[in-house]
């Protein structure tokens, strides 16, 4: 009887932690089964030790559940210590740490993600004005792009697309119609950058600057009146070309480590004596500072005559100049690699600035950082990831398309194996990619800054793109290898770094930030444990902060019992919120979702403070966020582009890698724990039948190649929104060969199967006339078969050019 009693009892507390039942509701629950067991002497006679063990128990829950009681005993005691070991943070790294709102990721650290709020998130639709705009203008300056004049022969972007861009508002995206922008949404504005990014980098890039982080942004959150009513109209029609100057040749991934100063002082203004700053200031890697005529500059003021009042140092703060100022020190360009966009350097010494040219006046010095930091936690998720994933799009596109036209041993090379794998790397990555963009955008639409997935989406689809392309320069051989007209892959190839370093370069996004970040602010109990300790009011602060830590108690216990038992039952032990061949991927991504937030907790439990150093636990912990993410954002996608049969194979691959990579990111943080033991222990909590995920199979992964490899409504939904070639360019040959190649399927095999030979671009004229002669094909095919292998050779075709045009003229050795 007692054993059967403390196995109830045991189920009973298991069932409350999973549950999350409150600790009052706990003891009330506890006291009934006590009494209904007793009453009816279903635990008599049990050993004296048991039941003084029991009352223990449940003395040591009632007395928890008295708040007084267990602050005097334990919160308060625990409130001195955590005052101690709270990790130090200086301003800006508090300021960036708060900068953004919580959404998705926080429903992740609850290790009990709700579903229903994930699918009632609308599905983002462009409005028939965004619509027009990306199939009027934005198709119509894609026509007018070509990649290899821009990139060889202008090395800038041609005048005229500089003209084209200005009287279609291009730079006016973010600014609202009553200023002259367009006003687009997060979604629309992605999908100009995205569209504009996979017919020339040089051109994505250009339009991308003005509208994100930079001079309109910050006006339009935190400008004066005067400021806005005089630049915005000016920035939406390109009267002004801004660009925004934060790093420093000493201070890049620490920007607010920067050097450069403004000393308050009095000046000479317009003839009159005014109050203002001496900035000086050297900066580099400026995007569209060449050609720029305003420069948004940040630097750290500093009041030493105390014209301001009694503080020194004032902070971080941003400034407008136009670059006509004199003083002003910029025009000379970088070369970046792989494109061509205008980027360089800009200087200045002691030169006086009004206070009126602070963004947002006299009251915001100071306040850059956070103004900088709050920009960046909606704009990181827009432009590169838009960049990343039009990479993805347009080499599924390409490759899937050369590969079924490029054969070797008589095979279309798409056929073998070898290239498969890395063709369904391509399209399963795409898939994922632009299921977290969507997501993320909805946010954004919803009036959500999420800092924390800002990062991931920057982070995950800038170096996924780096794998796609990686992968489809494999497939394509020397033909990805040789620079010229005929080459599309070439500067998407060379400029992938840009995308990696720019807006927090990846290893730090990766390992300092995303689970650094996520940790304090979507963790549900964290911050609000911290803001309690740090709380100057010492009697409010005790009080929040035991309401604080008895709820992180409970949750931390929740999430062991939760991660356990969805171990134990295969995740069948919770619910999906929809039916059918996607549920399971539900249940198991709650089942990760508990896991991580018991390992995460725990790791921050023992390192505390000191978990920041442990970049490489913090990196695997950001790579199962990053796939919680990613995870959930194809689910969400499928359930929106209403669950097509035929995407299956895709959603299948997408979530078993993702799946497999949270469970080895999880188990390489408990392989490296910082008390092994603990580890040990946790380990068998969250995987207690071992590693049960595993890489997508071959099968999955063919399935997800062959839809590459025809023309199919899943490819269509994969490559949707980049720009589609049907002229006379190096992707248009592509695009027409691969529709006559797939035309002329049947025809080629039945040549083959009757005069056993394959079609190839070398003797399909005698072979086709021969096939036609006996009467294997018709005339009609045969016109299909020709045309289909003259376009071939067009594909296959690279570039070589006379040794002068290499060399130039420079003088042999
Ligand atoms: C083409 C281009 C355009 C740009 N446009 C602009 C612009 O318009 N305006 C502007 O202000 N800036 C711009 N930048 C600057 C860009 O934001 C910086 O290059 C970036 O912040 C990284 O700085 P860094 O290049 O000095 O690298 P570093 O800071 O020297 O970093 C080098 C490496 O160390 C890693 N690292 C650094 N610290 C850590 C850490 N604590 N933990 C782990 N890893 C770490 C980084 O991830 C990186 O991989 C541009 C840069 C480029 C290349």
Redesign the pocket.
Known sequence: MTILFLFALVLTLMLISYNRVPLVLTVVILFVITALLTNFRLIYPSPTWFRWSFGIVMVTLAGISIKPLRRLLISDRLFSLFRRVLPRMSETEKEALEAGTVWWDGEIFSGRPRWKKLLKTPKPVLSEREQEFLDGPVDELCRMLNDWEICHHHRRLPDPVWAYLKKHRFFSMIIPARYGGLEFSALAHSAVVMKLASRNITAAVTVM?PNSL?PAELLLHYGTEEQKNHYLPRLASGAEIP?????SPS?????AGMPDKGIVCMGEFQGEEVLGMRVSWN???????PLATVLGL?FRACDPDGLLGDKEELGITCALLPVDTPGVEIGTR?M?VGAV?M?GPTRGEDVFIPMDWVIGGQARIGQGWRMLMQSLAAGRAISLPALGTAGGKMATLMTGAYARIRKQFDTPIGYFEGVEEPLTRIGGRTYRMDAARKLTLAALDQGEKPGVLSAIVKYQLTEGNRQIINDAMDIHGGKGIIKGPNNYLSHAYEAL??SI?????????R??IIFGQGAIRAHPWLLKEMNAATDQSSRNGRKDFDKAVFSHIGYTISNGVRALMLGLSGSWATRSPVRGPSARYYRHLTRMSAAFALIADSVLLTLGGKFKYR?KLSGRLADALIHLYMGSAMLKRFEDDERPHEDLPLLQWGMDDSLYTIQQSLMGVLQNFPVPLLGGIIRLICFPLGQTYKKPTDRVGRKVARLLLSENASRNRLTDGVYISDSNDAEGRVNTAFHLVLDSANAERAIRTALKEAVSVDNYVGLVKRAVESGVITEEQATRVRLAQEASALVIAVDDFPRSEIEGDSPAD
């Open positions: 600057v930079g660009c925004f100057a934060l790093t201070a890049g991934s620490d920007a900066k580099r890697y400026i995007t569209l500072a940040a970088h970046p966009f980027n770094p840009i370093t720019v807006e927090g370069a990846n290893i730090l996004t390992s300092l970049e």
